[in-house]
T-cell receptor
């Protein structure tokens, strides 16, 4: 149980285009989903926290207009990278949490974004 | 606290030996700690967790030790196997309000045959 999927696993796009990444909790309802970014040989950096039915909370320094997050249901959150540029190339990872009293987050397999 | 390291610390051990990976955390208000394993190109995989009211927890071949006095966390892996080669991250969660995890720098563990 507690499986989280991401789609696509890899995406290559041209500079200036927008890319949508989906995160799904397959066998549980996730009241909260998290989006992380990971650059090569670095740790995971939290971008935003997303609660179902409400606006996402972004971490300091993360542009909310550039990284649009939608958490429309208890099993799906999407991250849209708008007007992507090469510096947005990274590994994007989502996680989902079932809700209190559970502390654990379950991570997706990640999406490798390459912007040309 | 959050860390953005340019170079991952590395640890090489011989297959069959025990390994110890260390992590220093910054927030004394954290009440929950987790160790994750991340293989190349994959998401983090839960290994073991510990709450702040404990100082030791054991799993299968893994043990986590928590020293709140010096804000130090360690992961011990017994009888290492080639499949243990990966990057290991510690993560901490604040006790009140915040739901987010803060990841440590990570350590790359290489198991030599």
């Amino acid at each position: 149980g507690a499986v989280v999927s991401q789609h696509p696993s890899r995406v290559i796009c041209k500079s200036g285009t927008s890319v949508k990444i989906e995160c799904r909790s397959l066998d549980f309802q996730a009241t909260t989903m998290f989006w992380y970014r990971q650059f090569p040989k670095q740790s995971l950096m939290l971008m935003a926290t997303s609660n179902e039915g409400s606006k996402a909370t972004y971490e300091q320094g993360v542009e909310k207009d550039k990284f649009l997050i939608n958490h429309a249901s208890l099993t799906l959150s999407t991250l849209t990278v708008t007007s992507a540029h090469p510096e947005d190339s990274s590994f994007y990872i989502c996680s989902a949490r079932p809700g209190l009293p559970y502390n654990e987050q379950f991570f997706g397999p990640g999406t490798r974004l390459t912007v040309l | 606290g959050e860390s953005v390291g340019l170079h991952l610390p590395t640890l090489s051990v011989q297959e069959g030996d025990n390994s110890i990976i260390n992590c220093a955390y910054s927030n004394s208000a954290s009440d929950y700690f987790i160790w994750y394993k991340q293989e190349s190109g994959k998401g983090p995989q839960f290994i073991i967790d510990i709450r702040s009211n404990m100082d030791k927890r054991q799993g299968q071949r893994v043990t986590v030790l928590l020293n709140k006095t010096v804000k130090h966390l360690s992961l011990q892996i017994a009888a290492t196997q080639p499949g243990d080669s990966a990057v290991y991250f510690c993560a901490e969660k604040e006790a009140q309000g915040a739901q987010k995890l803060v990841f440590g720098q990570g350590t790359r563990l290489t198991i030599n045959p």
